[in-house]
């Protein structure tokens, strides 16, 4: 088939055995229920692609969500990356793939990686810890109200002097 540029989505899942094809089977049934193609490559690496058309905050929202499923189905490690890929059937190619492999190496079981382009496409209900060098998706909460952050640490007052020196008169 012919490469696409597409916006995409792409999780990747290295299972605790190796060849636990348990993990499989549990990939699939999550990446079914998000809408996300499957696939496992040949050092069993799971891969789990959502390059539907829509938003990307859309695509970024459906990913973690499966995400975090997953690591709630199976013993894995997970890395989750979103931006432009060349698609060419069910894979994608390029650097969003290596990004999400480069985040992958660095995953302890039981962690979700994700980079910064989906840290910033998330809303405030899914949970993101760490710093800019290693942002993790820690769970889905309850609607917050959106923070401001400026150089990395929320910010709730930026751009309200007026009303701050009103509330202190």
């Given at each position: 088939?012919?490469?696409?540029?597409?916006?995409?989505?792409?999780?990747?899942?290295?299972?605790?055995?190796?060849?636990d094809?348990?993990?499989?089977?549990?990939?699939?049934a999550v990446?079914s229920?998000?809408?996300?193609?499957?696939?496992?490559?040949a050092?069993?690496t799971?891969?789990?692609?959502s390059?539907a058309?829509?938003?990307?905050?859309?695509?970024a929202?459906?990913?973690?969500?499966?995400?975090l499923?997953?690591?709630?189905?199976?013993?894995v490690a997970?890395s989750?990356?979103?931006?432009?890929?060349?698609?060419?059937?069910s894979?994608?190619?390029?650097d969003l793939?290596d990004r999400?492999?480069?985040?992958?190496?660095?995953?302890?079981?039981?962690?979700?990686?994700i980079d910064?382009?989906?840290a910033?496409l998330?809303p405030s209900?899914l949970e993101?810890?760490?710093d800019?060098?290693?942002?993790?998706?820690v769970?889905?909460g309850?609607d917050?109200?959106?923070?401001?952050?400026?150089l990395?640490?929320d910010?709730?007052c930026?751009?309200?002097d007026r009303?701050?020196?009103?509330?202190?008169a």
């Amino acid at each position: 088939g012919s490469l696409e540029r597409a916006l995409a989505s792409v999780l990747l899942a290295r299972p605790a055995g190796r060849t636990d094809s348990d993990a499989v089977a549990r990939a699939s049934a999550v990446g079914s229920r998000h809408g996300m193609k499957t696939e496992r490559l040949a050092n069993g690496t799971l891969v789990l692609v959502s390059a539907a058309a829509g938003a990307a905050t859309d695509q970024a929202i459906k990913a973690a969500r499966a995400a975090l499923a997953l690591r709630g189905e199976a013993s894995v490690a997970v890395s989750l990356a979103t931006g432009w890929a060349l698609v060419a059937g069910s894979l994608p190619s390029g650097d969003l793939v290596d990004r999400a492999a480069a985040l992958l190496d660095d995953a302890a079981p039981g962690t979700i990686r994700i980079d910064d382009v989906t840290a910033g496409l998330l809303p405030s209900r899914l949970e993101v810890a760490g710093d800019a060098a290693s942002l993790l998706l820690v769970a889905e909460g309850p609607d917050r109200p959106p923070v401001r952050r400026l150089l990395g640490r929320d910010t709730h007052c930026v751009g309200r002097d007026r009303e701050l020196r009103t509330l202190h008169a």
